[in-house]
């Protein structure tokens, strides 16, 4: 089951901004999960906490969520200059893609 935003994308249409990506995503269990997963790899260096067998489940579990996330509307979030909320949506965009790229 596609959600709308996702329909919108593969459509055509246009992309959403990042800051609304980032709020539908939250409000999707599924999207919300993967997105914190990603967010905790990122911060934490992604295995660099863990033993090595935990470390090697952690790479495992930081790739699936990028790779989930790729699927989302996060992935072909978008930032115009001088938009509302513009420094919140360059900070989303740039720990998205500098994660997935």
Known sequence: VLCYAEEKLR??????????????????????????TMRQCVAGGKESNF????????KDE????????KQSPLYNCRCKRGMKKEKNCLRIYWGIYQTLQ
Request: hydrophobic residues 40%; proline residues 0%; charged residues 25%.
């Open 51 to 58: 033993s090595m067998v935990a470390g090697l489940e952690a």
């Open 11 to 36: 459509s055509g249409a246009s992309r959403l901004d990042c800051v609304r990506a980032s709020e539908q995503c939250l409000r999707e269990q599924a999207c919300s999960a993967k997105y914190r």
């Open 62 to 69: 930081c790739r699936s969520a990028m790779d989930a996330l």
